[in-house]
T-cell receptor, first 114, second 113 residues
Framework: AQSVTQLDSHVSVSEGTPVLLRCNYS??????LFWYVQHPNKGLQLLLK??????LVKGINGFEAEFKKSETSFHLTKPSAHMSDAAEYFC????????????FGAGTRLFVKA | ETGVTQTPRHLVMGMTNKKSLKCEQHLGHNAMYWYKQSAKKPLELMFVYNFKEQTENNSVPSRFSPECPNSSHLFLHLHTLQPEDSALYLCASSQELSRAGYTFGSGTRLTVV
């Protein structure tokens, strides 16, 4: 069975401090992993993706994520938060071995304080 | 703009109305999707089309009727909806059913009164 767990429904940080959004997954097959961001009243925008190449993936707006197979994790980080980072973030697993399936995490709302 | 355009952006309709949501992409993608996003719930996949053929209907009520006339256009026809159908409806596309990920539109905010 496949699942995606975003461990925090809300994260609050101060501007200029690091961001950590946690995601754990389970998959019977080697999945592709993604982080998407959604600003209010907008669609989802791709931040970064892991598709079995380098385990440390760099994305847009200074975000990066590290795929750790032993921990089944794909946490999203950014060294220094900006006010414009305030949004909802979704961790997503896609596999197309043994049937195509996409699983979205429940989302983490990031608040950035001035 | 992401390359996936959804219209209208906002829609208010009565329970007896018939309306349609439109999605258009010119990214050369062959797969298109409808998702429903309700408050405090994970995204729900509704329909998948791959090369204009419907490959997945995720137990969606028949009051939602999709149509995919070609690989660039996707419609969601709505009739006799319920207030609980109020949500953000997102269209997405991808290069076939691949692990490369999706491009999403900005969504249609639907309110059923």
């Amino acid at each position: 069975a496949q699942s995606v767990t975003q461990l925090d429904s809300h994260v609050s940080v101060s501007e200029g401090t690091p961001v950590l959004l946690r995601c754990n997954y389970s998959s019977s097959y080697s999945p592709s992993l993604f982080w998407y961001v959604q600003h209010p009243n907008k669609g989802l925008q791709l931040l970064l993706k892991y598709t079995s190449a380098a385990t440390l993936v760099k994305g847009i707006n200074g975000f990066e994520a590290e795929f750790k197979k032993s921990e089944t994790s794909f946490h999203l980080t950014k060294p220094s938060a900006h006010m414009s980072d305030a949004a909802e973030y979704f961790c997503v697993v896609i596999r197309n071995t043994g049937g195509f399936k996409t699983i979205f995490g429940a989302g983490t709302r990031l608040f950035v304080k001035a | 703009e992401t390359g996936v355009t959804q219209t209208p952006r906002h829609l208010v309709m009565g329970m007896t109305n018939k309306k349609s949501l439109k999605c258009e992409q010119h990214l050369g993608h062959n797969a298109m999707y409808w998702y429903k996003q309700s408050a405090k719930k994970p995204l729900e996949l509704m329909f998948v089309y791959n090369f204009k053929e419907q490959t997945e209907n995720n137990s969606v009520p028949s009051r939602f009727s999709p149509e995919c006339p070609n690989s660039s256009h996707l419609f969601l026809h709505l009739h006799t909806l319920q207030p609980e159908d109020s949500a953000l409806y997102l269209c997405a596309s991808s290069q076939e059913l691949s692990r490369a990920g999706y491009t999403f539109g900005s969504g249609t905010r639907l309110t059923v009164v």
